[in-house]
């Protein structure tokens, strides 16, 4: 592989729904431009970009995989994202580490969830995107349709800038519209056509659509514009300049059609990718923060002889190797062995074996070049989103920003000793994804996973298991209950115990009331003449507190109330700190009961937005969860709902609401508070609380 600088590399990221054969193009891709040795297929668990045993063994991809293709004196590297929603993460990491989206789109499905939601996300970039309608060889496949779907569900901008020669089983070629010329395919070979006029059967429509692309592009410049009116002929160089133009300012969306199977239309794909998306060099310089408190900023452009600047935005652990980290240089150019600076975590790292990645290989560089893409293993200290720069020039760059995770569980080892291994690798899980996350909930002493879906975390147990040996099972999280009081009472709490020698001696008197919501615990001092000695009053708090913690009706911390001490007696030998404290344990046992206490639940607020023909639906469904609706508005298109839920409703309400939206509905939680629980719902935790104190004793 010869060295490109940034006028010669472009960055790609292949985005579109689950299915669209997004893999497969690449695949295609890369082997017509000859750095893939041979033509593999997803469902045989040979594609190039498909290397993971959980990506074979189901058959779509769950990890960005990057590959790359020379042609036409240039490198273009492609980074195959994933198409479920579930492995989203991936594909915003890949969007973030390219220049332009290559969106593509099955020609019989046709415009679906997950092509809008990454369509809109590269938008939201300020990305170029090129169209493609992929299995054009399909049985259904309808161009047209597919073509009217884009305008009318994503962007009226689209044109086509070629078009097929035939559909399904009689799919032969394409017409690119800026050449005018037909390209034919033999099946079976690399992708090779032969170049002709026309055919008869397609004038009409050619004719037609070659008018809405010289109308389409005119329409985005004056002096183009000028010369249309005026009934000047717009040349194929003139036409193709005006569309790239067209396409950095987002005004133009070109559209193609492919079969990767059968090799039909890859090589043309090839040439208009070189032709209209930009390269490195052509990006926007990027605002990188400086100093020690990174305040100040400074801009970086893709030149080799700008400060070393690159931004890791994936990192996979492999086995036999350890972590790879797969980064994008977007300042200066670095060499294998050189030591560069982690500036996100203030540590020096040395890049041994520089790479770049292909598929599941790796092919060793001596030098990436400014706007490249390249891999290094083993590195100590650097992660998803660190920044790698120089000591002289240390900058940090703008992270990945990765989407909420909306499913959590429960997680725990299977084998009894096997939790330090169960902790270590879903760190390392994280490392590699960070839509996975990890927390310990120290009220319900469990360990929380979260992710972007249910298949999300069923794959992320798989890789656990795979790559550390640890075999883990997921679970529906406890809740984090608490109780309160709603009613005043006092009471005496005392501890007496004589044993021979010195005995045990504590009593007190307290009155307990509650207090407002979230303003926790209080105790005051109310004695008077000495009647307990005031060393020991804080053993009698300490009591009272260790007891709420154990609470009153199904072991939950009691909250919001507060407790005064108000009289007792001593014992001049037997009393001590640890007799009061017993005390204080007896006193609250003896008056919290009777202050009518009640279980507080905790709620969550939930921002959905959905399209306005799924709103009754999701309302009515929000109403059977004890939801209380806050507002809904509406923009003609969509609503947003804003309501607040218990989060003992919760648990796979996000599956729900893909189901109920047909993956449309898009959810963010945050925590709201803890209210007071119905009562029948509460007596239903009191009494599982008890099968699980009968089962404890059993």
């Keep these: 592989m010869r060295d490109y600088d940034s006028a010669g590399i472009r960055n790609i990221a292949v985005v579109g729904h689950g299915a669209s054969g997004k ?42 995989g990057c590959a ?47 092509t809008e939601r990454m369509f809109r996300a590269a938008v939201a970039r300020q990305d170029p995107v090129l169209f493609v309608v ?47 010329r037909a390209y034919m395919y033999t099946t079976g070979m690399k992708g090779e056509y032969v170049e002709q ?32 009116l005026d009934g000047q002929e717009i040349d194929r160089d003139t036409a193709i300049h005006g569309m790239k133009d067209a396409m950095a300012r987002r005004d133009l969306f070109p559209l193609f059609c492919v079969s990767s199977d059968n090799m039909i239309g890859v090589r043309a794909l090839l040439t208009e990718l070189v032709q209209l998306m930009p390269n490195a060099y052509e990006m926007e310089e990027i605002h990188a923060l400086t100093g020690a408190e990174g305040h100040n900023t400074v801009q970086l452009h893709a030149r080799d002889d700008g400060p070393f600047a690159a931004l890791v935005f994936k990192t996979l652990n492999e086995p036999h190797v350890g972590e790879v980290t797969y980064f994008r240089v977007l300042s200066g150019k670095v060499d294998t062995g050189q030591d560069v600076f982690n500036a996100t975590r203030d540590s020096v790292e040395k890049l041994g074996h520089l790479s770049v990645p292909f598929g599941k290989e790796r092919i060793e560089v001596t030098t990436l070049h400014a706007g490249d893409i390249g891999c290094v293993a083993k590195l100590r200290n650097t992660h998803t989103n ?44 994280h490392d590699e994804d960070p ?108 009591g009272v507190q260790e007891a709420a913690a154990r609470g009153v009706l199904a072991g939950f911390p009691l909250v919001d109330f507060r407790v005064e001490v108000y009289d007792g007696s001593t014992h001049s030998v037997d009393s001590n700190e640890m007799s009061f404290r017993m ?21 969550d607020l939930l921002e959905i937005t959905v399209p306005d023909a799924f709103l009754g639906d999701v309302l009515g469904d929000l109403s059977g969860r004890r939801g209380a609706i806050l507002g809904t508005e509406s923009d003609g298109r969509q609503s947003t709902i804003r309501a607040v839920v218990p989060q003992a409703e919760l648990h796979l309400y996000a599956t729900q609401l893909f189901s109920l939206t047909h993956g449309y509905g898009m959810l963010t939680r945050r925590f709201s508070g803890y209210e007071q629980m119905p009562h029948e719902s509460a007596q239903r935790v009191i009494a599982e609380h008890v099968r699980e104190l009968e089962a404890a004793d059993v």
């Excluded at 490198?75 to 969106?103: E, R, V, Y």
């Excluded at 309808?142 to 044109?159: A, E, G, M, P």
């Excluded at 008056?591 to 905790?602: M, N, Q």
């Design 134 to 180: 992929s299995m054009m060889d399909k049985e259904h496949a309808d161009f047209n349709r597919v073509y009217q779907q884009i305008k009318d569900r994503l962007t009226s901008k689209v044109i086509p800038v070629e078009i097929p020669c035939g559909e399904g089983a009689n799919f032969q070629g394409v017409i690119n519209l800026f050449t005018q």
């Design 386 to 429: 660190d920044t790698l720069s120089t000591r002289e020039h240390p900058v940090r760059l703008p992270g990945i920003t990765y989407p909420e995770t909306v499913v959590h569980f429960a997680v725990r080892a299977t084998i009894r000793g096997e939790e330090d291994k169960l902790q270590q690798g879903l760190h390392r899980l």
């Design 583 to 603: 005390a204080g344990i007896q006193a609250f046992k003896s008056v919290a009961g009777k202050c009518r206490p009640v279980i507080l639940e905790p709620l």
């Design 435 to 542: 839509t996975l996350t990890v927390h310990y909930h120290p009220e319900t002493h469990e360990t929380i996973v979260g992710g972007m879906g249910e298949r999300h975390l069923d794959v992320a147990m798989s890789v656990l298991r795979r790559k550390f040996g640890v075999n883990a099972e997921l679970a529906k999280p406890r809740i984090a209950y608490r109780e309160t009081i709603t009613a005043r009472a006092e009471g005496q709490g005392r501890h007496k115990k004589q044993s021979g020698g010195r005995g045990q001696f504590g009593d007190c008197w307290i009155r307990m009331g509650p207090m407002p919501r979230g303003e926790g615990y209080l105790f005051d001092d109310k004695i008077v003449g000495g009647a307990i000695p005031s060393k020991y009053v804080p053993a009698v708090d300490r």
């Design 68 to 114: 790359f293709a020379e042609w036409q004196e240039s490198k273009i590297n492609f980074i195959d994202t994933p198409s479920s929603l579930d492995f989203q993460g991936d594909a915003i990491a890949g969007l973030a580490a390219a220049d332009g989206a290559l969106c593509v789109i099955g020609a019989a499905s046709g415009v679906e969830v997950g």
């Design 197 to 228: 006029d026309i055919p008869a059967e397609c004038r009409a429509q050619f004719e037609t659509y070659r008018r809405e692309l010289i109308e389409a592009i005119s329409a985005t410049n004056d002096t183009l514009l000028e010369r249309y």
């Design 23 to 64: 893999t497969s193009l690449v695949d295609a891709l890369c082997f017509a431009a000859g750095s893939g040795k041979r033509h593999g297929s997803t469902k045989d668990g040979t594609a190039l970009t498909d290397h993971l045993p959980e990506e074979i063994e189901r058959g779509y991809s769950i990890s960005l």
